[in-house]
């Protein structure tokens, strides 16, 4: 089962910026405006963050915005805060492939 | 609110099944899909399958096709992940998640997840 490619790590001091890319094909990312973000917690369930690449669900902060170029999309958190550190997965459709959905390799975020 | 409700921990022997259940609640059951995902320990997520509530459809994950079943109760709010012939790489969380039907351009919200250790 292919997975889009993640950095393992990314880390930034509060304040500062991290972006996050995910690269797929193009079968599933490059293919679709559907990359979707989910944030997770240790121990907890992943959250979704971003959605259709740039949107943000109701009461995600718009500290979190989300982009997309050919077959990489990629999140961008801004003015790092402790609380952001976790766990980060892309997701995108891939159509008529199987599986139909794909996650990433995941990348943790650190906040130093 | 939206919330999607998991059954607790499982341990099963090799070669057994287990199945998972997701009880939801705030919103209209049958306008959208469940969807199960698994985590193994310190692994990414793996789709596994959805169902469709409404018209019952199901699409699994060639992965995991021939060992999973996806069910619901409408009555009961409630969806369903069977999985058989555990393995010790079945030893995981699996989340239920609510998507739209058709195309799930999004997975939210999630439960709680359900630890199924696969151990003899």
């Known amino acids: 089962q292919s997975a889009l490619t993640q950095p393992p790590s990314a880390s930034g001091s509060p304040g500062q910026s991290v972006t996050i890319s995910c690269t797929g094909t193009?079968?599933?990312?490059?293919?679709?405006?559907?990359v979707s973000w989910y944030q997770q917690h240790p121990g907890k369930a992943p959250k979704l963050m971003i959605y259709?690449?740039?949107k943000r669900p109701s009461g995600v902060p718009d500290r979190f915005s989300g982009s997309k170029s050919g077959n990489t999309a990629s999140l961008t958190v801004s003015g790092l805060q402790a609380e952001d550190e976790a766990d980060y997965y892309c997701?995108?459709?891939?159509?008529?492939?199987?599986?139909?959905?794909?996650f990433g390799t995941g990348t943790k975020v650190t906040v130093l | 609110q939206v919330q999607l409700v998991q059954s607790g921990a499982e341990v099963k022997k090799p070669g057994a099944s287990v199945k998972v259940s997701c009880e939801a609640s705030?919103?209209?059951?049958?306008?959208?899909?469940f969807h199960w995902v698994r985590q193994a320990p310190g692994q990414r997520l793996e789709w596994m399958g959805r169902?469709?509530?409404?018209?019952?459809?199901?699409k699994y994950s060639e992965k995991f096709q021939g060992r999973v079943s996806i069910t619901w109760d409408t009555s009961a709010r409630t969806a369903y992940m069977e999985l058989s012939s555990l393995t010790s790489e079945d030893t995981a969380v699996f989340y239920c998640?609510?998507?739209?039907?058709?195309?799930?351009?999004?997975?939210?919200?999630w439960g709680q997840g359900t630890l199924v250790i696969v151990s003899s």
């Open positions: 259709e690449v740039t």
């Open positions: 997701s995108s459709y891939a159509g008529f492939n199987n599986p139909p959905y794909v």
């Open positions: 193009s079968s599933d990312v490059g293919a679709y405006n559907y």
């Open positions: 169902i469709n509530v409404a018209s019952g459809n199901t």
């Open positions: 705030g919103y209209i059951f049958t306008n959208y899909d």
């Open positions: 998640a609510r998507g739209l039907p058709v195309v799930a351009k999004w997975l939210d919200p």
